[in-house]
């Protein structure tokens, strides 16, 4: 645990302190890491808000099997008990910028992602808006937007929020009609939403992670739509 020390913060909190929590099947991306070191660096040495010296501190948890919902609640009990402001939720296979984090405390929200494309051509974007539609990042997006859902592939969300919903929080759900499974992600927007706190995306960080996969998905990689098409069929 690392941490300064003196003074006021952000939307009444008494002190600034971030549970980074990752859950992991055991193999990290090595863009992760460097990423994540970077960005402690910077959020402990950068003043936000303008605060030279405002109090604050980080602890990182990482919880590594198969069972991500579990993972997800046991990070934020201890984050709880430790007695931190935000969650800071990255995956494993997140690549950032060293200012992510200090640009989202700067919003001063409640819950706070970045949009980014998922590893599945043709790299929709997770974030989907109030009317279920699909949330888009761009050059020129700017600012924040708020949404239904997104992933937790880069979340900050306030200990406040955690605390006003009980476990379980991630468990995924089952739709028998279409046989399909929700992510962990899901079921949980839906019951911030029921307890009253918006969720915006975060779109100038949105321009700063990228996922992860075979190649960098970045907010500005296109797929082909005809790579999501069985190897049969393209033929």
């Known amino acids: 645990e690392s941490g300064n020390k003196v003074g006021?913060?952000?939307?009444?909190i008494e002190m600034i302190k971030v549970a980074v929590c990752t859950p992991t099947a055991g193999i990290v991306h090595a863009s992760y890491t460097m990423s994540l070191v970077r960005m402690v660096l910077h959020y402990l040495q950068t003043p936000i808000l303008g605060l030279e010296n405002e109090e604050r501190g980080i602890i990182t948890q990482m919880q590594v099997g198969a069972n991500i919902s579990s993972n997800?609640?046991?990070?934020?009990e201890q984050a709880i008990k430790q007695e931190c402001s935000h969650v800071l939720?990255?995956?494993d296979d997140m690549?950032?910028?060293?200012?992510?984090?200090?640009?989202?405390?700067?919003?001063?929200?409640?819950v706070l992602l970045a949009n980014y494309r998922?590893?599945?051509?043709?790299?929709?974007?997770?974030?989907?808006?109030?009317?279920?539609?699909?949330?888009?990042?761009t050059v020129d997006s700017t600012s924040l937007e708020e949404c239904w859902y997104g992933g937790f592939g880069f979340c900050l969300i306030e200990i406040a929020v955690l605390k006003a919903?009980?476990?379980?929080r991630f468990l995924m759900e089952y739709y028998p009609d279409s046989n399909t499974y929700t992510t962990e992600d899901f079921p949980f927007f839906n019951?911030?939403?029921?307890?009253g706190f918006p969720v915006y995306v975060d779109q100038e960080v949105s321009k700063r992670v990228c996922h992860n996969g075979t190649?960098?998905?970045?907010?500005?990689?296109?797929?082909?739509?005809?790579?999501?098409k069985p190897y049969q069929e393209r033929k």
Not at 8 to 12: A, F, I, S, V, Y
Not at 165 to 168: D, M, N, R, V
Not at 191 to 195: P, Y
Request: charged residues 25%; positive net charge.
């Open 8 to 12: 006021p913060t952000t939307r009444g």
């Open 72 to 76: 997800r609640d046991n990070m934020v």
């Open 89 to 91: 939720f990255i995956d």
């Open 95 to 110: 690549g950032f910028e060293p200012n992510c984090l200090s640009l989202m405390l700067a919003r001063q929200m409640p």
């Open 118 to 137: 998922r590893k599945i051509p043709p790299g929709l974007f997770t974030a989907v808006t109030k009317d279920r539609k699909e949330l888009l990042t």
């Open 165 to 168: 919903i009980s476990k379980p």
């Open 191 to 195: 019951k911030v939403h029921a307890e």
């Open 215 to 228: 190649f960098i998905y970045s907010f500005d990689q296109v797929l082909d739509p005809k790579w999501s």
